[in-house]
């Protein structure tokens, strides 16, 4: 499967504890975005890299929440003392541009419960 | 900015009539425009897109999207639906650009097929 992948698929925490999930993009794709979805709720734009520059953030990302892209491939998202509001499906999509045009593609999320 | 309105939260239809998903959005510059669909427990899955070429947009499964621009509207069709067109639809809207191309959702439709 050459698709976009997320890990781990669920992941219960209690509040105050950290916890990183991780993104595999398409192989060839230079762009990788971060999106929250809260129930009942379309996604929310997180961040945006580019290779491996973090070029956007939302405001959405408290100082709590740190995304990396070390070698411009996979991706993390960390969440350092977790609260209950951060409870959410987290999905990471994948992009490149082709002829001026973008389309993104989405891996299966991570689904975030905090206790 | 931009928006996107779905105007119903929930549809439902027997097997085999239409489907109709209304989308109305709100941009400040010439949009990308795009349906996604969401099965449970599965990722994002794009159905379609407009960008700027035919205003009349085919995708996968039969659906299909007209864009008005006079209307700012972007609805999604299908003529005859099927129990495994069962899901959430999100209709979104970004700016054409070289930069990030960061999707505004419509809060979702929960489409129930009945059989």
């Known amino acids: 499967d050459t698709g976009v992948s997320q890990n781990p698929r669920h992941k219960i925490t209690k509040r105050g504890q950290n916890v990183t999930f991780r993104c595999d993009p398409i192989s060839e794709h230079n762009r990788l975005y971060w999106y929250r979805q809260t129930l009942g709720q379309g996604p929310e734009f997180l961040t945006y890299?580019?290779?491996?520059?973090?070029?956007?953030k939302s405001r959405l990302l408290s100082d709590r929440f740190s995304a990396e892209r070390p070698k411009g491939s996979f991706s993390t998202l960390e969440i350092q003392r977790t609260e209950q509001g951060d409870s959410a499906m987290y999905l990471c999509?994948?992009?490149?541009?082709?002829?001026?045009?973008?389309?993104?593609?989405f891996g299966p999320g991570t689904r975030l419960l905090v206790l | 900015a931009q928006s996107v309105t779905q105007l119903d939260s929930h549809v439902s239809v027997s097997e085999g009539t239409p489907v109709l998903l209304r989308c109305n959005y709100s941009?400040?510059?010439?949009?990308?425009l795009f349906w996604y669909v969401q099965h449970p427990n599965k990722g994002l899955q794009l159905l379609l897109k407009y960008t700027s070429a035919a205003t009349l947009v085919k995708g996968i499964n039969g659906f299909e999207a007209e864009f008005k621009k006079s209307e700012t509207s972007f609805h999604l069709t299908k003529p005859s639906a099927h129990m495994s067109d069962a899901a959430e639809y999100f209709c979104v809207v970004s700016p054409v650009t070289e930069g990030a191309q960061k999707l505004v959702f419509g809060q979702g439709t929960r489409l129930t097929i009945n059989p």
């Open positions: 890299f580019q290779n491996e520059a973090q070029l956007e």
């Open positions: 941009s400040s510059y010439s949009p990308s």
């Open positions: 999509a994948s992009s490149r541009m082709r002829g001026g045009e973008e389309t993104q593609y």
